[in-house]
Antibody, heavy 120, light 110 residues
Framework: EVQLVESGGDLVKPGGSLRLACAGSGFTFTNAWMSWVRQVPGKGLEWVGRIKSKTDGGTTDYAAPVKGRFTISRDDSKNTLFLQMSSLNTEDTAVYYC???????????WGQGTLVTVSS | QTVVTQEPSFSVSPGGTVTLTCALSSGSVSTAYYPSWYQQTPGQAPRTLIYNTNTRSSGVPDRFSGSILGNKAALTITGTQADDESDYYCVLYLGSGSWVFGGGTKLTVL
C-alpha cells in the first residue's frame, strides 16, 4: 500500500523559510515523479510543483506564484521528498499535500497533508 | 492567463447520472491536456478518481468514468450514491511543465 507522510508544517512569520518533508513507502520511490499540491483551508486545490525521477532527468517545474521562492528536491536513498519554501507570505498559508504521479498525471496517490501558517 | 473552469455546484438524485465538466477559458480541452479528476470530502485529503482522461485509479468503482465531451473534459458518475456527495476537482496540463486546477464542483446528492 502506498503511503505518503508529510511533516514540517508550522507557524512561520512573513518573510521566513520552512522545509517540508514527505516520506514515501509501499512503492518504488526512485521511479516516482512527485508533486506538491496545496490548499488554502476552505478553498480549492493549487498545483505547486513537480520533480521527475532521476532516471527521467530529475528536473523540476513550478507554478508561477512560487517559482523562485520554492525548491523541490528528493533524497531517493531515504525515500523522501522535500519542499524548501522561502520568502513566505500570508498567501502561502495552506495545507500542503505530497503526491505521487506519472508523466501524464501529477497526482495519483496523496498524503494527508501538513499545515503551513504564515502569520505575524 | 488561462483559467480552468468547472461548474461551481451541481445536484443529482440518488441513483441518477451526472456529468461534471472541465473547460478552458480559451480553447478546447483534448487528451493532450491529460485531464485528471479528484474527489474530496470535508476534512479529508483528495482522492484520485481518473487520470490521463479516462484511466480509473486503483480501487475506483466503474461508476466513475472520464472522457472528452465536445471541447471539455468530463467526469460522469452513474448510479450516484449518497456518499458521492463531495467536491470534485479537475486538473489540466497547460504545457511547459505547468498544471492548473479548476475551481472545483460541489456535488449535492438529494
Amino acid at each position: 500500500e502506498v503511503q505518503l507522510v508529510e511533516s514540517g508544517g508550522d507557524l512561520v512569520k512573513p518573510g521566513g523559510s520552512l522545509r517540508l518533508a514527505c516520506a514515501g513507502s509501499g512503492f518504488t520511490f526512485t521511479n516516482a515523479w512527485m508533486s506538491w499540491v496545496r490548499q488554502v483551508p476552505g478553498k480549492g486545490l493549487e498545483w505547486v510543483g513537480r520533480i521527475k525521477s532521476k532516471t527521467d532527468g530529475g528536473t523540476t517545474d513550478y507554478a508561477a506564484p512560487v517559482k523562485g521562492r520554492f525548491t523541490i528536491s528528493r533524497d531517493d536513498s531515504k525515500n523522501t521528498l522535500f519542499l524548501q519554501m522561502s520568502s513566505l507570505n500570508t498567501e502561502d498559508t495552506a495545507v500542503y499535500y505530497c503526491t505521487t504521479g506519472l508523466a501524464v498525471a501529477i497526482s495519483v496517490n496523496w498524503g494527508q497533508g501538513t499545515l503551513v501558517t504564515v502569520s505575524s | 492567463q488561462t483559467v480552468v473552469t468547472q461548474e461551481p455546484s451541481f445536484s443529482v438524485s440518488p441513483g441518477g447520472t451526472v456529468t461534471l465538466t472541465c473547460a478552458l477559458s480559451s480553447g478546447s480541452v483534448s487528451t493532450a491536456y491529460y485531464p485528471s479528476w479528484y474527489q474530496q470530502t470535508p476534512g479529508q485529503a483528495p482522492r484520485t478518481l481518473i487520470y490521463n482522461t479516462n484511466t480509473r485509479s486503483s480501487g475506483v468503482p466503474d461508476r466513475f468514468s472520464g472522457s472528452i465531451l465536445g471541447n471539455k473534459a468530463a467526469l460522469t458518475i452513474t448510479g450516484t450514491q449518497a456518499d458521492d456527495e463531495s467536491d470534485y476537482y479537475c486538473v489540466l496540463y497547460l504545457g511547459s511543465g505547468s498544471w492548473v486546477f479548476g475551481g472545483g464542483t460541489k456535488l449535492t446528492v438529494l
